[in-house]
């Protein structure tokens, strides 16, 4: 799926199922919970915590939450995540081609 079938999509489920975007303000907040549900998954799996009895180690879930909600936050506020993430490789690569080759620490 490209990126902008994907924005497509998400702005299509909210509009039939959603009823409405929430504010941009909400999504930040939800936003910002669905990182902390992945933080709490990735400390579990590939830091020094243990699962609890009842949780999930559903990686996938949570990283897709997250991009869901990244996806509603760009649609609601008008950015074409294709042409955000080309301009940002652009910005890398410029700035960043040489920076990691000569990083003694990688």
């Not at 999930?56 to 955000?84: K, M």
């Amino acid at each position: 799926m490209e990126i902008k079938e994907l924005q497509e999509r998400v702005d299509a489920w909210i509009r039939n199922y959603g009823v409405r975007y929430f504010s941009e303000l909400t999504n930040m907040a939800v936003l910002t919970e669905e990182v902390g549900e992945l933080a709490r998954v990735m400390a579990r799996r590939y830091g020094d915590q243990s699962f609890k009895a009842g949780e999930r180690d559903n990686l996938s879930e949570e990283l897709a939450d997250v991009l869901w909600v990244l996806v509603c936050l760009a649609n609601q506020t008008g950015v074409d995540l294709t042409q955000a993430i080309e301009a940002n490789f652009a910005k890398k690569t410029a700035r960043d081609k040489e920076r990691h080759r000569n990083n003694p620490k990688l």
